[in-house]
């Protein structure tokens, strides 16, 4: 008999797993010692905010044009194990909660309550764990001044 086909029991997280194959034991071993590499999951394309929304949500990926005034709201979403932790950069420099910037841990979200003509440029997400990194990236621009 290989030892594939052998098994073995398997207790994990307190929970017990009936008896597995030994291959598909070293593989549930692997993730849980390894871990696995952030993902984000992005979108292309543009969004236009203009006057008359109150809110511009843009999930990462997308490029955003923008009236100056508007709320902006990046969205990060991402995977990996153990959980990644989100960083927010506008052009390069990191972004913390400050002012008219809230950086959401729960929902890596980045918020901008009342965009301006200096938050023009590239903002990227870079999601780290143990397992490693991954950056996807945004650009915004002002097209306008609103009523606000």
């Known amino acids: 008999m290989d030892a594939s086909n052998k098994c073995l ?3 994990l997280n ?3 797993i009936s008896c597995r194959p030994i291959i598909q034991v070293l593989f549930l071993f692997f ?8 993902r984000i999951e992005t979108s292309t394309g543009r969004v236009i905010g203009l006057e008359g929304i109150e809110e511009a949500v843009v999930k990462i990926g997308q490029d955003l044009r923008v009236v100056e005034g508007l709320i ?3 969205v990060c979403p991402v995977r990996g194990f153990p959980n990644p932790e989100v960083s927010w950069f506008l052009n390069d420099r990191i972004v913390k909660t400050s002012g008219r910037f809230l950086v959401d841990t729960r929902s890596n979200s980045l918020i901008v309550d009342g965009i301006q003509v200096q ?4 903002v990227s997400c ?3 764990n143990s397992a490693g990194s991954a950056t996807a990236s945004s650009f915004i621009s002002i097209i306008g001044k609103g009523k606000y």
Request: charged residues 30%; hydrophobic residues 40%; aromatic residues 0%.
């Open 72 to 74: 902006v709201r990046l």
């Open 31 to 38: 993730l849980v010692i390894a871990g696995e590499k952030p």
């Open 126 to 128: 870079t999601a780290s």
């Open 14 to 16: 307190e929970v017990n």
């Open 119 to 122: 938050d023009t440029g590239q």
């Open 9 to 11: 029991r398997v207790r």
